[in-house]
């Protein structure tokens, strides 16, 4: 996943908890092959104008961003891929990219150019050279796959964080639950995250990953209606049971304008978020 993956987990014997790690860790290996921009020959980079079966992990995936990317007029895209590799580059020269290679990368973003076949399992982008992206979404279902995998080593009371994003089981023995301290955040929200089990936590923002060019700080985070990284301060928190969703949430949540995350949440049912804007901090 290109993070360091840290896990707490609570077992009946040292052996156990050896086992059920190792399957955790194996787990996380199988979904990054499959799932990993970087992987010239991972699963999602094979996606392209011809329909393609692919595996339930990576069908599942797909799925859920496009619901997601449906829930928030766009503003989360797993179709980002152009505009990621631009500013990737930029972030290594330190230079905006180039109007007319935005705007060429911008006409190959549109996840409803995903065609998705339910039937066979298969994916078909309708553009010749667009390209996926789910690091907005991926990182969260892997640490829930992770999760899971540990379960028939007799493992369910774990904490697995990675990048920002945290899947918990059931609580440690003797706790009501996981507790996890969101700074800043407002007390139903802080009160949930002190308690939490059999969820996830994501958080996004820019503070990991930006690169600064004359001046101005932009975020790893791209605002795929503009094709220009975030230059603002907002880091949002998003708690939900399924870990896939608190990950695009999050993300979604730090690109919209204050007026429109009201309507979104209101799409996406079952969830809790926080979202903290710096600049405007005193």
């Known amino acids: 996943m290109g993070v360091p993956l840290r896990i707490r987990l609570y077992s009946q014997t040292e052996e156990r908890a050896y086992e059920a790690a190792a399957a955790a860790f194996a787990r996380v290996t ?21 329909s393609t079966a692919v595996s339930a992990d990576l069908f599942a995936v797909l799925a859920r961003a496009v619901e997601i990317a449906e829930a928030t007029d766009g503003a989360f895209d797993p179709t980002i891929g ?34 998705l076949d339910p039937a066979r399992r298969a994916v078909r982008l309708a553009r010749p050279g667009m390209r996926l992206d789910l690091g907005g979404i991926a990182k969260g279902y892997i640490l829930q796959q992770a999760l899971a995998a540990m379960a028939p080593h007799g493992v369910t009371s774990a904490l697995l964080e990675a990048g920002g994003d945290v899947v918990v089981g059931d609580a440690p023995p003797n706790r009501d639950g996981w507790s996890i301290e969101v700074i800043g955040a407002d007390a139903q929200f802080a009160a949930r995250a002190a308690r939490l089990t059999n969820a996830a936590l994501a958080t996004s923002g820019p503070t990991a990953q930006f690169v600064e060019i004359a001046g101005v700080r932009y975020s790893h ?5 503009t094709g220009i990284g975030l230059t603002d301060h907002v880091t949002a928190h998003v708690i939900a049971a399924d870990a896939a969703t608190a990950d695009a ?34």
């Open 221 to 225: 985070v791209i605002d795929p209606r």
């Open 82 to 115: 152009p505009l990621v590799a631009l500013w990737r580059d930029a972030r290594q020269s330190r230079r905006m990219p180039a109007p007319s290679a935005r705007d060429a990368a911008m006409r190959l973003v549109g996840w409803r150019n995903v065609d």
């Open 30 to 50: 199988e979904l990054d092959r499959i799932m990993s921009d970087y992987r010239p020959e991972s699963e999602l980079r094979g996606l392209g104008e011809v």
């Open 249 to 282: 949430l999050a993300t979604a949540l730090t690109v919209v304008s204050p007026g429109s995350r009201p309507g979104i949440l209101s799409r996406v049912p079952h969830v809790a978020a926080f979202i903290a804007d710096s600049s405007r901090d005193p």
